[in-house]
C-alpha cells in the first residue's frame, strides 16, 4: 500500500475554486483503479493550507493515475490556484490499525 500526501497552499481568494475542483472530480478520482481511499484535510489553523491523502494499491497505480488523462485536466487546474508551491510525497505502509 502506498500513501501519497499533497500540501498545498491557496489564496484565501482561490480556496473556494480549489474546493469547487476537487467536488467535481473527487469520485472520479477514488474511483481510479488501484485507489484504496482518497480524504481532503484542512490545516486547522490555517483554511489555505489543504491536503489530500490518498491510498493506493502499489505504486504502478499511482502512477497510472498520474499519467492519465484526468491528472493532466485536473492536476494544472489546481496548479493554477496555488499560492505556493505543493508538496508531495510518498510512503510505503508498513503497518495499519483500522
Known sequence: MIIRWVHMEFPPE???????????????????????????VQNEDNQNKISTLSHWKSTEALNKYRASALFAQVWPATKALFSAPPQAQSFKQLWSCS
Do not use: M, T
Open 14 to 40: 482561490q480556496r473556494s475554486a480549489f474546493l469547487d475542483l476537487f467536488e467535481a472530480h473527487r469520485e472520479a478520482i477514488a474511483s481510479q483503479p488501484g485507489c484504496k481511499g482518497l480524504e481532503l
